[in-house]
Every structure is written in C-alpha cells, then in structure tokens.
C-alpha cells in the first residue's frame, strides 16, 4: 500500500511551535504537488497549505497564513509543516497529503494520504 507517514505532532502551548514531517512509504513522491490538511472533532477536513514538486510554489489557508510554512527537502523526500505561534484553534489532527499535477484545495483531490498526527494546543 503506498502511503505517507507524519510525524511531529503533540501537545503545546498557545504562542509555541511544532515542526510536522511527512515522508512516503510505498514509493517516492518528489514530481507530486504536497500538502497538510487539519480536521478537528466535528468538522470538515480543511484546507492547511501546499507546495509544488519544485517547492516554488506555496500556498497556505488564511487562517495559517503567516504563522505556518510548508517546506520541501527532494533528496530527502520529506514535507514540512513549521507551525509557529500555534492557537488553541489550530488543535486538530494534520494529514498529509499527495497528488499529480497542480494545487488543489480541496481532500478529494488528493490521492494519497498519511494516518495523520495530533496537534493539541493548550490555552
């Protein structure tokens, strides 16, 4: 089964930082558009940030944007997510996530995906 693994997640203070790593199982993922998604209890899976295969190319929901950078290291074949400045609403469970071709905005155009890590944030 190919699939992708986080790791990183855990508990932190409101104000603080955790960096998620996501590296593929199965086989590479270094030509794929990368992705985070968040879903906290009761909500619809969201939208974190992207990067292209190139890691030119970013993007990031408004809610994260300028607190959360999505990063890219080809040799190593691993996707970042540095969290800084973590709120209490940022608590949820982040997914990686993997796809051909362009960004997407959406889970149901991704392909592949990670069994996710808890992120708590404490106030």
């Known amino acids: 089964q190919v699939h992708l693994v986080e790791s990183g997640g855990g508990l932190v203070q409101a104000g603080g930082s955790l960096r998620l790593s996501c590296a593929p199982a199965?086989?590479?993922?270094?030509?794929?558009?990368m992705a985070w998604f968040r879903q906290a209890p009761g909500k619809e899976r969201e939208f974190v940030a992207a990067?292209?295969?190139?890691?030119?190319?970013?993007d990031y929901a408004d809610s994260v944007k300028g607190r959360f950078t999505i990063s890219r290291d080809n040799a190593k074949d691993t996707v970042y997510l540095q969290m800084n400045s973590l709120k209490p609403e940022d608590t949820a469970v982040y997914y990686c996530a993997a796809r051909r071709g362009v960004h997407a905005y959406t889970p149901a155009a991704y392909d592949y995906w990670g069994q996710g890590t808890q992120v708590t944030v404490s106030s």
């Open positions: 199965g086989r590479p993922f270094g030509i794929y558009t």
């Open positions: 990067i292209s295969w190139s890691g030119g190319i970013t």
